[in-house]
């Protein structure tokens, strides 16, 4: 009877073992489960936090590379307006003052031309009389002619000179100029990885939101990091913008400079 008590009290033993163990085995994973879902909820809200910072400050950098972009934009087409207009007036009066020269003793030099041609065929046919003649009528003329073709030539040298001081001018403010478009193309690229940036923000926003409907605070963390790290290479290519913009104004200032008063 003793035997049969023993065994009885031995087989409640292992059964309570077997139950204490089961316990163990299954809670592990769910202690486990839990103790990420935790963690990951309490991440959530440093990451929110600084995810909120990170758009203000995009948004903030955003405003004010818009606004020196525009001002930059607007500048660059005053100074290349202005570089057409150099020695504009000067130019456009001397190739007047040329054009009426050359208008005004066309006839005579068209006469004083047409007397040589006239004298050199008289010669060729061996009439002295009509050469002679011919040559009178033209020397007549010929200090006017030549004189006449001084004005015009000294006129045309004035035109050509001032085109090309205007022409040097110019040149002078697109050297300054140079740099500009050189920013202009990095700024591009870095604009074009942003695009890239945001489009995978989004994504990862659509992901993110579906995590926090599922109560998935381990999916919903990992989202929201990856945002994260995406708003800080955002960050960082606008502030690159915005250095070049800086550099763009600076050089403008320095075009400006060059133009004439």
Not at 31 to 36: F, T
Not at 46 to 54: C, Y
Not at 104 to 129: C, F, H, I
């Amino acid at each position: 009877m003793i035997d049969g008590l023993n065994r009885n009290r031995r087989r409640s033993i292992n059964i309570v073992v077997f139950m204490v163990v089961f316990l163990l085995i299954i809670s592990g994973p769910l202690h486990a489960a839990a103790s990420g879902w935790d963690a990951a909820f309490s991440n959530i809200e440093q990451l929110h936090d600084r995810f909120t910072a990170l758009e203000s400050a995009i948004t903030t950098d955003k405003q004010q590379i818009t606004a020196l972009r525009k001002q930059n934009n607007d500048r660059l087409q005053e100074i290349n307006r202005k570089v057409q207009l150099i020695d504009k007036v000067l130019v456009e009066r001397l190739k007047s003052e040329a054009e009426q020269a050359k208008r005004k003793y066309a006839p005579m030099l068209a006469e004083y031309a047409e007397l040589g041609r006239k004298a050199a065929e008289a010669r060729k046919r061996k009439d002295s009389k009509s050469a002679l003649l011919f040559d009178l009528k033209r020397n007549r003329i010929k200090a006017s002619a030549l004189a006449a073709k001084q004005e015009i030539k000294a006129k045309k040298e004035a035109l050509a000179a001032a085109k090309k001081q205007a022409n040097a001018k110019a040149k002078a403010v697109k050297a300054e100029l140079l740099p500009v478009q050189a920013f202009k193309k990095q700024i591009t690229v870095e604009n074009a990885k942003i695009a890239e940036l945001n489009k995978s923000k989004q994504e990862a926003n659509k992901r993110y939101k579906t995590a926090v409907k599922q109560g998935d605070a381990v999916s919903a963390a990992a989202e929201l990091k990856g945002m994260v790290e995406a708003l800080n290479r955002v960050q960082v290519s606008q502030r690159k913008i915005l250095e070049w913009e800086g550099n763009i104004a600076k050089a403008l200032r320095s075009a400006e400079a060059k133009i004439p008063v």
